[in-house]
C-alpha cells in the first residue's frame, strides 16, 4: 500500500478479490466472515442480486447528468426518501460527511439569528472541517482547531438541560457508532426532542450509520425516542456506492436558491442503486430481522467466558464490546482468524454484519471471537 494511504488508515494487510453475501475472499482465496463492511456500507453484504441488477442497468444508461436536469431516477429517489420522512425534502450527496456539512449550511441558513449548536459527547459526524466542529473526539478535531465554529459538546443525560432559546440546532446519532457504540435511551431521546421543541432549536438525527433498518427500523431515530427535523443518512444508502443525504421537514423551509450543491450528489448510477436499498429496507422485514438478528449475536458473545469482555451493547447489526485490553489488538487477531471487526474506541470493538450474514454467521463469528481472546 503507498503510504499516503497507510499513513492516513494504517494497513490491514490484505486486498479483496470478491465477496458473496457475508463474506469476503483475498487473493490467496481465503475467506473471512466481514463483520466489517467497509464500516458499515456494504449494509446487504457483498454480490446481492438486487443491486448488482441495479447497478449493471444503470450502467448501460447516462451515468451522471448533472443536478438541475430532469432525471426520473433521481426524483423518484428524492420522492421515496422525503417520504420516509412524512413528506420531507431532499439533498442528494456523496458521503456521511457531506449530508453533516448540508446539514449545517440548511441550519445557519433557518436559523440565522442563534449562535449555539450542540452535540453529544463521544459523538461522531464525520470528518470535513463542518463536521469535524461538531464531532467529539479532540483526537480528530484539535490538530484543525479553531476550525470554522464552535460547537458545544454535552453527554445525553445533560443535552436537554442545555438546549435554549439561542441553539439553532441539536446533532445527535441514535446509537453513537465510532464513540464506542451507546445507544441513546428512549427517555432522553424524548426529553431531548421536548427541550428542541420547546425552544425551536433544529434536531438533527444523524444516521449515517445506524439508520436504513441497521438498529432495527427504517429509521434509529423512531427506536430512541427522537423526533428529528432532519436526518442525515449516507453508508448503506447505495450498499456501498458513495451516496448521502439530508431529509427535513418541508414545512422548515429550504435552501436559499443556489445555496448548496454537488456534482456527483443523486448521480444515476448512486440513485438508482439507492432505490433499490430503499425498496428492500422499507417493504421488506429486513429491519426487523435485524433486530432478532442482533439480540441472538450479542446473547451468543455474552455467553463467552472470558474475563477480558467488561460490555456487549448495541442494536440490531450495530454492536460493541467492551474489552480491558486494546480492541486494535483484538482486531487484528480476529481477522487473522477469518473474522472482519473493527474498533470502536481505544477498548471497544465493533461489529457491523450486513443484512446477509445468518445465524451460522454469528455462531461462527461468537466462537472465533472466544478463540480469539484466549490469546489475550
Ligand atoms: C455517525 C456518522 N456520521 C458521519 C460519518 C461520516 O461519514 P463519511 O465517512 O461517509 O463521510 C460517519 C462515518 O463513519 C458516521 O459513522
Known amino acids: 500500500m503507498p503510504d499516503s494511504l497507510s499513513s492516513l488508515y494504517g494497513g490491514r494487510g490484505i486486498a479483496f478479490t470478491h465477496g458473496m453475501g457475508s463474506h469476503v475472499f483475498d487473493s490467496a482465496d481465503r475467506g473471512y466472515i466481514d463483520f466489517f463492511n467497509g464500516h458499515g456500507a456494504s449494509l446487504f453484504g457483498h454480490s446481492h442480486p438486487l443491486l448488482t441488477e441495479a447497478l449493471a442497468r444503470a450502467a448501460k444508461g447516462v451515468w451522471t447528468s448533472g443536478a438541475g436536469f430532469e432525471s426520473p431516477v433521481r426524483e423518484k429517489l428524492a420522492d421515496e426518501l422525503g417520504m420516509m420522512f412524512g413528506g420531507g425534502r431532499v439533498f442528494l450527496c456523496n458521503s456521511g460527511t457531506e ?75 441514535p446509537v453513537q457508532g465510532e464513540g464506542g457504540v451507546f445507544a441513546l435511551p428512549a427517555k432522553t431521546g424524548i426529553k431531548i426532542t421536548e427541550a428542541c421543541r420547546k425552544h425551536s432549536a433544529l434536531l438533527v438525527s444523524d444516521e449515517i450509520q445506524s439508520g436504513l433498518g441497521r438498529c432495527g427500523a427504517p ?23 458513495p451516496a448521502g443525504a439530508l431529509v427535513w421537514k418541508k414545512e422548515l423551509g429550504d435552501f436559499l ?11 444515476e448510477l448512486a440513485a438508482t442503486v439507492s432505490l433499490a436499498v430503499l425498496s428492500m429496507v422499507m417493504h421488506s422485514d429486513l429491519p426487523e430481522k435485524a433486530a432478532s438478528s442482533g439480540e441472538f449475536f450479542r446473547s451468543r458473545i455474552t455467553a463467552i467466558r472470558s474475563s477480558h469482555i467488561k460490555d456487549v451493547r448495541g442494536m440490531g447489526l450495530l454492536n460493541g464490546i467492551e474489552l480491558d485490553i486494546p480492541s486494535v489488538g483484538v482486531v487484528k487477531a480476529l481477522q487473522e482468524n477469518g473474522l472482519l471487526s473493527l474498533t470502536a474506541g481505544p477498548r471497544t470493538l465493533r461489529f457491523l454484519p450486513s443484512f446477509a450474514a445468518e445465524e451460522k454467521d454469528f455462531e461462527d463469528a461468537a466462537i472465533i471471537l472466544a478463540r480469539t481472546l484466549e490469546g489475550f
Open 99 to 173: 449530508a453533516i456539512e448540508a446539514a449545517l449550511k440548511l441550519v445557519l441558513t433557518l436559523r440565522k439569528e442563534r449562535r449555539r449548536i450542540l452535540a453529544c459527547r463521544r459523538g461522531f459526524h464525520g470528518r470535513t472541517c463542518g463536521a469535524l466542529s461538531i464531532t467529539f473526539n479532540p483526537k480528530y478535531r484539535e490538530p484543525f482547531m479553531p476550525l470554522v465554529g464552535k460547537a458545544e459538546h454535552f453527554s445525553m443525560d445533560d443535552l436537554a438541560d442545555n438546549i435554549d432559546d439561542d441553539t439553532a440546532a441539536v446533532f445527535i446519532e
Open 219 to 241: 429509521l434509529a431515530s423512531s427506536l430512541t425516542g427522537l423526533d428529528p427535523d432532519m436526518v442525515c443518512l449516507a453508508k448503506g444508502l447505495a450498499g456501498g456506492i
Open 257 to 267: 436558491p443556489h445555496s448548496h450543491g454537488s456534482t456527483y450528489g443523486g448521480n
